[in-house]
C-alpha cells in the first residue's frame, strides 16, 4: 500500500449465529473513524478491517464489536490458531450433546402430540419433555435475542426466540387455563411438540452447517499444518540442537533429514536431495535440491539430507504470506455480496412486521379460528424466515473456490478477481518466463566430423565465461571432465579465448572467427543458417584453424504452454503474446506455442498501452506475467496473473498468481472462477427463492385456496435444511475437475 499507517488485519469475530449477526458487526465496523473498509465473513467467522493507524486501533474496533454485543479477538499470537480451532470443536461439540438431547426429548413428544393427544396426562407430559428442550438445550436462542435486544438489534435468534417462547406460553397457558377457550367454544390446543421440534431442527441445522463450514476452511487448516513445530539447528561448532520453530532466527543453520518437513524459506549450504513441492506448485514431481538452491516451508524432504541457511522466517515465508492471502482473499466479497449484507440486515424486521401483521390479519379476517390460526402464522413465518441460507450463499462457495485454486497452486487475490475472471476473453501472455522458461539452454550441439574429442576445452573455456549463454553451454556440458585453460581472454561482444598445450582454441560468435581467419566447413555453415531461421542464437567453437562446433541455444518453450495456448483458445479465449525480443523469434516462439496473434519489439511501457488498446476494442483482458517490467500492463489489465518464479513486485500487484509457473493453471484459473460464480448464483437462487415462496405460504396465502396451513415443524425442518443445501452445494465445487486428463 501507499500509505504505511494503513493496515489491514483480520480477527477472530465471536457470538455470530446468523448472517444477521455478521451484517451487524460489519455495520460495527464500518461506522468507526479510520476504518476505510470492513469485510465481516460469517462462514469463517472472521472480521477483516483496513484501517488508518493513527486515526484506530485494534482495541477501537474490539470495543466497537463489543458495543453491538459480540467480541472481536485482537491479541493473536502463535497459539492463536490452535486455540481458535479448540474453541471451534468445544462449540461444536457443545452443539452435538444439545442437537442429540433436543432429538432425543422431542421424539416422543411429536408422537404423543400426534397420535395420542387423549391418553391421561397427554399435555403434561409434553410439557415435561418440551420444556428442558427449549429453555435448557435451546437457551442459547433467548440469550442471544436478549443481548441483541439489549443493543437495539434482531437476529436469527430472535425469531427463533419469538416464536418458540409464544408457541410455548401459548400451550403452557391452554393446559392450565382450557376453560378460557372452551367457555369461548374454542378448542385449547397445545404446541410443546412444535416448540420442541423447531429447537430441535434448528440446532440440527446449525451443527450440520457448523460441520459443513469447517469443511469449506479445509484448505487454510491443510496450509496451517504444513509448518514442523521442531527444527534441528546446527550450532557454529557443529553441535546439533533441537529447538522450536518460533526460535528459529535468519542466517542459522537448519538440518533437514529424509521425510521432514522444511520449517522456513532458504538456501540450501550443504548435501543434496529431491523435494515434494506440490503444496506450493500443485505438480507431483519432486524438485531436485543441490547447494545454493533454494527452499521453501512447508515443503517435505524425500530421501536425501541436507543443511540450509534460513533467509525467511515466521510471517516472512512463502507459505505464510499464501496462508495470509488465502486468508484474505477467503475473506473478502463480490460485489453481489453488498446487496445480500443489506438485505440481511433488514430482514429480521421486516420479518417480524410481516409475522405481526399476519397474525393480525387472520384475527380480523377469520373470526372463531382466528386466534389460532394467526398465532400459527406468527409462529410459522418467524421460523420459516431464515437469513442464514441468504448470508452462506456467496461466503461459503468462495472459501471453497479459493481454498481450492490453493491446493492446485493457484493464489487468488480477492473474490472480485473470481468475478472478473469469468468474464476475460482475451489472454496477454509475456513471453520471457511465461510462455518461455525465461533461461537460455542448448537445444544442439554439432560437431565437425571427428571434433568432438575436444568437449572438454569447450566446456572449460565457456566456464570460465561470465556470459549466460556461455552458462548455458556449461551447464549443458557440465558432466565433462575440465581441462585447465592458459592465457583466458574475453573479447567484448565477440567470445572469448584460451591456449590449451600450446593451441588457441575459440568460442564466440561466426564474426569472431572470421575475424581470426578460421575456416569454415559448410556442413556447420547450413546448421548455423538452419538455427538462425528457427530464432536460436548460434555460438561458434574452434581452434586456430579450424571450426569443431556450433552450438544452438533458446529459450525452451515450457512444455506446458502448448497445452495451455490449446485450451484457452477452444474455451474461446483469444491469445496474444508479447515480447520484447526480434520479430524472426517473436513469430517463431509464437509459431511453436500455437498462439495466433504476437507483438514483437515491445517496450515495457508499451505492454500497457497494448492492454488498453484491446480494452477500448470492448475486450475483457488478462494478462500474465513475472517481471518488473510486466507490473504497468499487469495493473492496467482486468485481470492480472503473476507467474510465482518472477518478482515480488510482479506478485504484488497481480490479482492471481501462479506459484510454479505453469500456463495450464491459467485455464484452470478460469474454469475455477466459471464454477465458482455458478455456484454463488446458484446459491442465491435458492435462498431469494426459499424465502420468496415460503413466507407467503406460512402466513397462511394458500389457506383461502386450499385450507393449507404450513405446520410449525414442518417450517423448522425447511429452513435447518435451506442453509445445509446451500453449504452443501457449495462443497460440490471440491469436487469438479479442472483440468482435462491426457
Known sequence: MANSNIVQETFPVVGMNCASCAARVNKALSHQTGVNRAAVNFASGTATVE????????????????????????????????????????????????????????????????????????????????????????????????????????????????????????????????????????????????????????????????????????????????????????????????IFIEQIRPGDIILVRPGERIAVDGIVTEGTSYVDESMLSGEPVAVPKRKDTKVFAGTINQKGSFRFRAEKVGTDTMLAKIIRMVQDAQGSKVPVQQLVDKIAGIFVPVIIGIAVMSCIAWMLLDGENGFTHGLLALVTVLIIACPCALGLATPTAIMVGIGKGAERGILIKDAESLETAQKIDTVILDKTGTVTEGKPVVSELIWNNGADDAQSIFYSLEKLSEHPLAEAIAGHLKNTQPTKIEDFDSITGKGVKGRVQGKIYYAGNRKLLEEKGVALSQTLVDEDTRLTAEAQTVIWFSDEANALAIAGITDRIKETSIAAVKELLNTGIDVYMLTGDNEATAKEISRKAGIPHYKAGVLPQDKAGFVCQLQREGKKVAMAGDGINDSAALAQADLSIAMGSGSDIAMDVAKMTIISSDLTKIPEALKLSRLTVRTIRRNLFWAFIYNLIGVPIAAGILYPVSGFLLNPMIAGAAMAFSSVSVVSNSLRLKRKKLFKQA
Open 51 to 242: 484501517y488508518e493507524r493513527t486515526q484506530c486501533s485494534a482495541k477501537a474496533l474490539q470495543q466497537a464489536v463489543q458495543a453491538a454485543g459480540y467480541d472481536l479477538l485482537i491479541e493473536q499470537d502463535k497459539n492463536t490458531l490452535e486455540e481458535s480451532r479448540q474453541a471451534h470443536d468445544k462449540k461444536y461439540h457443545a452443539l452435538k450433546f444439545r442437537t442429540i438431547g433436543a432429538i432425543i426429548l422431542s421424539v416422543p413428544t411429536v408422537i404423543i402430540g400426534m397420535f395420542f393427544m387423549d391418553m391421561p396426562y397427554a399435555n403434561l407430559i409434553m410439557w415435561l419433555l418440551s420444556t428442558p428442550v427449549v429453555f435448557w438445550l435451546g437457551r442459547s436462542f433467548f440469550i442471544n435475542a436478549l443481548k441483541q435486544l439489549k443493543h437495539g438489534s434482531a437476529t436469527m435468534d430472535t425469531l427463533v426466540a419469538n416464536s418458540t417462547g409464544i408457541a410455548y406460553l401459548f400451550s403452557l397457558f391452554n393446559m392450565l387455563f382450557p376453560d378460557f377457550w372452551l367457555s369461548r367454544g374454542v378448542h385449547p390446543h397445545v404446541y410443546f411438540e412444535a416448540a420442541s421440534v423447531i429447537i430441535a431442527f434448528i440446532l440440527l441445522g446449525r451443527l450440520l452447517e457448523e460441520k459443513a463450514k469447517g469443511n469449506t476452511s479445509s484448505a487454510i487448516k491443510n496450509l496451517m499444518g504444513l509448518q514442523p513445530k521442531n527444527v534441528t539447528v546446527i550450532a557454529p561448532s557443529g553441535e546439533q540442537k533441537e
